[in-house]
């Protein structure tokens, strides 16, 4: 379960920083930030 977090988190981050680079600012800061909370956040949230 853990693992799969943070292969969810990772693909989110990476997406909030191509958002970023297309001038998408606000997704892109709320793609990386919610990465953040689902990976070292869920991991400690669900184990």
Known sequence: MAFILWIIAAI????GIFA??????LWGIVLIVVGCLVGPGGVSLFT
Not at 20 to 25: A, D, E, V
């Open 12 to 15: 989110l981050v990476i997406s």
């Open 20 to 25: 970023i680079f297309r001038k998408q600012l």
